[in-house]
Structure formats: structure tokens, C-alpha cells
């Protein structure tokens, strides 16, 4: 048996552990090989998401959406049922299905309030402060609650104003464990902004 040979023996190929290898890691919390899941695949994802949302910001949060039900739902992938790349890109494009379904309910929403009369508001602007000021102190609520690897890579990159290889440089910490922590965090964080929206409205 060749080098090569063994390495797929072992689950791994010429470029490191193989697709469904890294995904058993990742199955039992290992953060660093969902970051080189991201780092081989992301760029593949984006593409699709970008043909099907026709939006760079809507694909990125897509693809975070993806990662993160990746994260949670590794242990139910099947290699007998589809290989890694496809049972990705499906979850990929689920997500951005999901994201075109909230547009189009959005779209409806806005329409009905255009045909309703607005409230007046005697005083905009202090409004505006209140929603901000609330939900400004909720985002530093849920940063507090972030564990703290996750936390330390959001301080870095919003108030040190670091790249994430500069994080990962800075830290030691390998780049794709950097991205996935900023992934899992964001996520988190998105759902959290997302509730008080919903609240304040």
C-alpha cells in the first residue's frame, strides 16, 4: 500500500482529513474542523447563494445560516446518501430559499402598511434614540452571555479593529478556528438583534 493509499485508508486525503472525517469532528464540537469544512467549501457556497439570491450581503448570511445548521445537524449526515460538497450546497440552498420566503413575506408587510395611515410621532428622532439606546444594551447582553473564545474574537475585531488573520496571528488561534467562532458568535448574535426587533416594533 502507497502513501497515498493509507491516507484514504485513514480517512485522509493528500490535502488533510477528508470531507466526511472532518465532519465526525465536527459532530463532537470540534470548532477547529467546521473551520476547515468553511475554508474548503465557503467559497463553492457563496457562489450558489449569490446565483440564487442575486445579493453579496444576503449569500454571506445565507452561508452563515448553512454553517450553523452544519454545526448543529453534522451528526445526521449520511455518506451513503449524497457526498459532502452536495449535501452542503443542499443545505445552502435551502437557507437561501428561506431567505427569499422571508423577502417576499417582507415585501407583502410593507405593502400593507403603505395602505394604512402612519401614526404620527411628535418626536422622531427621541424614538430613534429609545429603539437604539434598547437595543444597544441588549447586544452587549448577549455578548456577555457568548462563551468566552466566541466573545474574544468579536472584541478583537470591533474594538481592536483587527482582520481575522490578524486575530488568529495575534492569538495563535488557527484562522479557520477564528472564523468559526466569529461564525457560531454572529449567528448568535443576528438571532438575538433579530428578537429585539421584533419586540420593539
Known amino acids: 500500500m502507497d502513501r497515498s493509499d493509507a491516507a484514504d485508508a485513514a480517512g485522509e486525503t493528500p490535502a488533510g482529513p477528508s ?17 476547515a469544512i468553511y475554508d474548503r467549501h465557503a467559497p463553492l457556497l457563496l457562489a450558489v447563494a449569490r446565483r440564487i439570491l442575486g445579493s453579496s450581503g444576503d449569500a454571506e448570511d445565507a452561508l452563515q445560516d448553512a454553517f450553523f445548521q452544519v ?28 431567505r427569499l420566503r422571508s423577502r417576499h413575506s417582507a415585501a407583502s408587510a410593507l405593502d400593507r402598511l403603505g395602505a394604512e ?3 404620527r410621532h411628535e418626536s422622531p428622532r427621541a424614538v430613534e434614540s429609545v429603539i437604539s439606546s434598547q437595543r444597544s444594551r441588549r447586544v452587549a447582553q448577549e455578548l456577555e452571555l457568548l462563551p468566552v473564545e466566541q466573545r474574544e474574537v468579536l472584541d478583537l475585531a470591533f474594538y481592536g479593529g483587527l482582520t481575522q488573520s490578524e486575530i488568529a496571528a495575534q492569538t495563535g488561534i488557527p484562522l479557520g478556528t477564528v472564523k468559526t467562532r466569529t ?12 428578537d429585539e426587533i421584533r419586540e420593539l416594533l
Open 19 to 35: 470531507d466526511t472525517t472532518l465532519l465526525r469532528a465536527v459532530a463532537a464540537g470540534d470548532e477547529a474542523a467546521l473551520g
Open 71 to 98: 454545526w448543529k445537524q453534522a451528526g445526521n449526515y449520511d455518506p451513503r446518501r449524497s457526498s459532502v460538497p452536495t449535501w452542503l450546497v443542499l443545505i445552502t440552498r435551502s437557507r437561501c430559499l428561506d
Open 117 to 119: 395611515p402612519r401614526p
Open 183 to 194: 461564525l457560531l458568535a454572529m449567528r448568535k448574535l443576528r438571532a438575538a438583534l433579530r
